[in-house]
DNA sequence: TAGTGGTCTAGACCACCCT
DNA sequence: GGGTGGTCTAGACCACTAC
């Protein structure tokens, strides 16, 4: 274990045990070895391990019972990916074992109306970029989505975006702010015409409808996004431990 | 039952601090003591410390801040009681300003359906327990939900089951199994006439359907649940802290 | 009783932000 | 430079479980 990508021992150490999870080193159901056994198998403090064993168990890989063990979660493929971190759209098709893969259907730039300007709290008369999206699993459409960003965001020219990204590597790329947190806020809507036809969908069943708001560190709303997402083929799940 | 309050000191220094956002000695937006004289102030290691704020961060209470502090989350009342934590419907309600009740439609012994059976991973043969319940807010009835138990899970008879009360609480009092984590899948769904009467919505727009499956620390399936949500009242949201 | 995870401490060093 | 949070260590004691 010379790795050295992650910069943190803690990173490194979740990665090699994350590997070993998911390659069955340890396979679903068994124990794992102590944490002062891996503590010196991997040169770093209990510590260090336990930081590591307590964001698993938070995330619902492995299940700890004192005075006997620490065991890997046997419903592992059920669990994995949809605990804690965002949802990532592309990592929850993943997640749900198909292919993800994103086109653009628009990019513009546009004014701003009223209810944006008040849910981005900036000034009524600013521009923004409108982008609308299409996320597929194994070429077939389930999630349609519509961000909007401020053009002083940007750090570019919008005729540079790369609207096949994930929305964190545009941030990234593209912003002069990050994102720090998100609040979803999950609905239940019909959809019109036009964008039964762009899922491609058949019958006219209700969808769901997550209302994104981003967040920087200081606060400051970034981006907003809605999102319509088809529950029928893509599994939107959440794994909750029990408070004490 | 004397209350046992806080068992551990880091329970005792989250409640402390809880209580201090909660009660605006640290408002909104300002700035927290320093983790090194919030330990000696409490009387308590800084690691301790850190351990709660850590908990605070992820639960989007709080940010912090390498190099400046730690700060309090501005928007709080939007976010407490809405992450981490499981979805508890009373808590829920109350997180939307609402007074929570709930009422028992109906509790009966029956036969399990080949569906439920396999959900629980139990023989096609033994009984359950279904219960329907209602939870207001302010009187107004906003989620109608669905339990089912295996009868062998019950340490006392269904007579004495007390159906007003949350479902942890039940499963504390009644059962010789706890819960230890919950999977809820997140579904759009029209409902019939009956549940639309129950529900007393004049609309037939569509509704939230949560599909929870309550495991106990061994993974086995405990109860399953149904729940329809009606969002327009209450909003069902998300805080999801952005991974670095 | 031996071994496990659960809790807590005291202190070290680092990276970062402010002024 | 001085203070803040970020990381990590080594070791103590406790509560619990399996044998």
Redesign the interface.
Known sequence: MTIQRPKTIVEQVALELRQRISRQTYPPGSRLPSESDLAAELGVSRTTVRTVLARFASE?LI?R?QGDGTYV???LE??DGHY????DFSRLIAANGFKPTITTISIEARQITPVESEALQTSSDSDIISMERLFHANGRPVIYTTNIFPVQLFKSTIAALDGTLPI?KMMQLYCVE?????????????IGKRQQEILRRNDD????ALHETFYS?T?LPLTLGHSLYD?KTL?????????S
């Open positions: 619902g299940f019972k979660n046997e419903r059920e669990v804690g971190r965002t949802w964190h990050q994102i720090a947190y998100v609040i979803t806020d999950i609905n239940a809507a019909i069943g209700p969808l769901l560190r606060h529950h599994k939107l799940r959440l794994v909750q431990p029990w408070e």
